[in-house]
């Protein structure tokens, strides 16, 4: 399909021609078209920014029960979210609690590339026999449903951080497997990688240094869109006591008390629920702008 491309302006001697633009400013242009995903990063960049300088954002340490006089105190310009049950400083509580759901969601989607890359490269490159059963392992993780599994495992090994991990990793590598697999179908007949099977390059060869590299858009999308997922597992777990063990701030754990006292002390359930639901919203709404940005059907619109 041919592609109209507008020559630069006149009026801007210095200005590079619209043909010779990189792919990277035409993806760039095409996500700062969309508000809800330029919002998003910007949210989820706050969101980040507060999990790392937790301590010096915070007035107490997230486990000190040094207000145990004003225990259950709604919110205030002292505490403004208000203190639990235990007497400690709510707000401080609820960033802390984004520092354990976004390193897990990182941690998570970090590891479903590494199991998900490979696997799709595979599975895209030799098909046949090789895609079939990786397609068939790909179908027995999805007619699974995580939560179930995460619960037994969870109950087995008693929860923690790394399980977390390790379950959320196990059922997110589907998609990047998935978006992988498609990218490495579409490129393995292109003139580059035949000209290195011509000169007798190795399948491994080609895969690591030019169908992989080529891949990297549909990586970066799985990737940010295995996050979320990851944070909502573990806030499932978390809220059935099989996930991050107490005293260590969570939001599935604080949703999980709050709702005992949901209809006296209302901030102990609707704070951590309203810090989830932004987490995961604006982490999906960027995951889905990088998606549409990255695009190679979109290029040059």
Known sequence: MAVAFEPAAASEPGATPYRQR????????????????????????VLIVMAVLAPLITPVPPDAQLFLTQALAFPSSQHWFGIDDLGRDFYTRIVYGARVSLTIGFAAAGFSVLIGIPLGALAGYFGGK??????????????????????????????????????????????????????????REKEFVRAAQALGASPWYI???????????????????????????????????????????????????????????????????????????????????????????????
């Not at 035409?26 to 809800?36: D, L, P, V």
């Not at 969870?154 to 697999?181: D, E, P, Q």
């Open 22 to 45: 990189s792919p990277l400013w035409f993806a760039w242009r095409r996500f700062a078209s969309n508000k809800a995903a330029l919002a998003g990063g910007g949210v989820l960049l």
């Open 130 to 187: 090789t895609d079939w059963v990786i397609m068939r392992i790909i179908e027995l993780f999805s007619v699974v449903p995580s939560l179930l599994a995460a619960m037994l495992l969870g109950a087995l090994t008693r929860g923690g951080f790394f399980t977390i991990v390790f379950i959320a990793a196990l059922f997110g590598w589907v998609n990047v497997c998935l978006l992988v697999r498609a990218q490495v179908k579409a490129f």
């Open 207 to 301: 895969i690591r240094r030019h169908l992989i590299p080529n891949s990297v858009s549909p990586i970066i999308v799985g990737f940010v869109l295995a996050i979320p997922l990851a944070m909502m597992l573990e806030a499932s777990m978390s809220f059935l006591g099989i996930g991050v063990p107490p005293p260590t701030p969570s939001w599935g754990q604080m949703i999980n008390i709050g709702l005992n006292f949901m209809f006296f002390y209302w901030h102990l359930a609707v704070f951590p629920t309203a810090a989830l639901a932004v987490t995961v919203l604006t982490t999906t709404l960027f995951g889905d702008g990088l998606r549409d940005a990255l695009d190679p059907t979109l290029k040059g619109r």
